[in-house]
């Protein structure tokens, strides 16, 4: 890209990131797209009432610089703002919350504009446009431990997440591929009808399913703005996780657990079904639903200072679906997440992960002959700095092999910087 190009990149960037933050009021955000360790602002006054309006501003640039199909440098942004209401605190309604969200990206991706690979390299790149997201009601039973939670639901809030690996930039390590690829799923940015039931029986053990509408309709196209209500087929998520040496949470700090160094963990054994017709990645036949099976493991290794404030963790995910009907039959991802990697600086994270996706052998192009690869994989270099506790910045690195997967483009070298800013 010409330098004056650039510069104009980089200049709408600042501008669109300064507009952003003056267009904010100091607000809560319980959580964002990459789960940033940065802490929201909180107003008691507003707490008090059972009252909070989460909001929380994204915006990055990201350039290619070898590899893919072309050099390109690129910035996209989103804001993620909603109301959260306890409706204990404001009408008295033991053990029910609610919560409304909307979301607005805007920009250009790098994927579809130089590096064309098959798992998106920003999980923020999306269809431009003002939709609604998250918009439910639950109710919760027996001091927390049994939940119902009803409306408009995302399936990556809570199913197939690695707690380490959500650091990271790629798409690969957020709604992991065998759903994203295989399904038309309710993911980041398309929220849809849906029932969820979670039962945390004990601290150590929790057990959780949803049911989902199996039709979510296009981001572009037929659900711009994720108001359509449809109910095609059902699509079904169900997830078991164990943790070992359970501590505290952000929500709710204990501080005896912070001086804990005993090594905590969590695993996880999950799946999908849905329940529409699928046709045969290489023949056209059809079959009768789709499902898959996955397993998470998080897991501590060490503190540095005998301490759980800086920790060094491991991640891993791994999962399959049949190959007859699913373009995606493997996949699986692995990685290191090092909080407080340097003494000074406890509150930054390092991350270093490595994702792997395998496509069916059984795929075929229009003229019937096998692909020439059926495999993509990305390595991720990254690390959030937190300045304040509302804003960080993260720069990132990814190299991407075999992009396009079935039909691979050189090995691809990206770069970014992300800004997050909670309120």
């Keep these: 890209m010409p330098g004056k190009a650039r510069s104009c990149v980089v200049g709408a960037f600042l501008f669109a990131l300064a507009r952003s933050i003056q267009a904010q009021d100091a607000i809560t955000n319980p959580r964002s797209v990459n789960a940033s360790s940065i802490a929201p602002i909180r107003s008691s006054a507003l707490a008090d009432h059972g009252m909070s309006f989460p909001a929380d501003i994204c915006a990055e640039i990201f350039g290619n610089f070898s590899g893919g199909t072309s050099r390109r440098l690129i910035w996209e942004s989103y804001w993620d703002v909603g109301i959260a209401i306890d409706l204990e605190k404001a009408a008295g309604w033991k053990g029910t919350s609610a919560m409304v969200r909307g979301l607005y990206a805007q920009g250009s991706g790098l994927t579809n504009a130089a590096v064309h690979d098959f798992n998106t390299l920003s999980n923020i790149d999306t269809y431009d446009s003002l939709r609604l997201y998250e918009t439910w009601l639950q109710q919760e039973f027996a001091d927390a431990k049994f939940s119902i939670r009803l409306g408009q639901l995302l399936a990556d809030a809570e199913f197939f997440r690695s707690e380490y690996g959500l650091l990271f930039l790629n798409s690969s390590f957020g709604a992991i591929p065998l759903v994203s690829q295989n399904l038309n799923p309710p993911i980041f940015p398309i929220a849809a009808p849906g029932l969820r039931l979670r039962a945390d029986s004990t601290d150590n053990f929790y057990a959780e399913v949803a049911f989902f509408s199996g039709d979510v309709g296009v981001p572009d ?10 109910f095609d087929g059902a699509l079904i998520f169900a997830e078991m996780g164990y ?3 359970p501590k505290t949470t952000p929500d709710s700090p204990d501080p005896k657990a912070v001086e804990d160094a005993q090594l905590s963990g969590t695993f996880k054994l999950g799946g999908y079904y849905d329940s529409k017709t699928f046709e045969d990645v290489g023949s056209g036949a059809t079959h009768d639903g789709e499902y898959s099976i996955y397993f998470i493991a998080d897991h501590e290794l060490w503190h540095p200072d005998g301490k759980a404030s800086r920790t060094l963790s491991a991640f891993t995910r791994i999962g399959f679906a049949p190959p007859d009907r ?6 699986g991802d692995v990685g290191l997440h090092f909080q407080g990697a340097f003494a000074n600086r406890p509150r930054d994270t390092l991350g270093l992960g490595f994702s792997y996706v395998r496509l069916s052998s059984e795929l075929r192009d ?9 495999h993509e994989a990305t390595l991720e270099l990254t690390y959030e700095a937190v300045f304040s ?12 092999i075999t992009p396009g997967a079935s039909q691979p483009a050189a090995t691809a070298v990206v770069s970014g910087l992300r800004l997050n800013i909670s309120f």
């Design 326 to 331: 699913s373009t995606v039959t493997l996949y």
């Design 221 to 230: 196209t037929t659900n711009k703005h994720n108001t359509r209500f449809s």
């Design 366 to 374: 229009e003229s019937g002959r096998p692909f020439r690869a059926h």
């Design 243 to 245: 943790r070992t040496h």
């Design 389 to 400: 506790s509302h804003l960080s910045l993260q720069p990132d690195l990814q190299i991407i």
